[in-house]
């Protein structure tokens, strides 16, 4: 079975950082695809973030690109979101989901709360 368990998120002021982490068990993430997508309030999912471990190669969406950075410790099976000068814009529920290179986002968290605001 796939689990993957959110942390890290919080009430944070508008400039701020806030480091998000995913612990993930039932699978090897040197295999995988890990992503982040998120929810604001009162609107769809946005995908924000994924990467694909065997190559290490990273994507990003326009929105969060030079601020966000995702990475992984394949030792530990943890993905990451580092949030840098984060804006009211980001606040959402953010879900870290994982699959393989066919179906990438086929398991998913209970998601972590953001809320950026002043």
């Known amino acids: 079975e796939v689990l993957l368990v959110e942390s890290g998120g919080g009430l944070v002021q508008p400039g701020g950082s806030l480091r998000l982490s995913c612990v993930a068990s039932?699978?090897?993430?040197?295999?995988?695809?890990t992503s982040w997508v998120r929810q604001a309030p009162g609107k769809g999912l946005e995908w924000v973030s994924s990467?694909?471990?065997?190559?290490?190669?990273?994507y990003y969406a326009d929105s969060v690109k030079s601020r966000f950075t995702i990475s992984t410790d394949n030792a530990k099976n943890t993905l990451f979101l580092q949030m840098n000068s984060l804006k009211p814009e980001d606040t959402a529920v953010y879900y870290c989901?994982?699959?393989?290179?066919?179906?990438?986002?086929?398991?998913w968290g209970q998601g972590t709360q953001v809320t950026v605001s002043s």
């Open positions: 989901a994982a699959g393989d290179y066919n179906l990438p986002l086929g398991s």
């Open positions: 039932g699978f090897t993430f040197s295999s995988s695809v």
């Open positions: 990467i694909y471990s065997h190559s290490s190669n990273t």
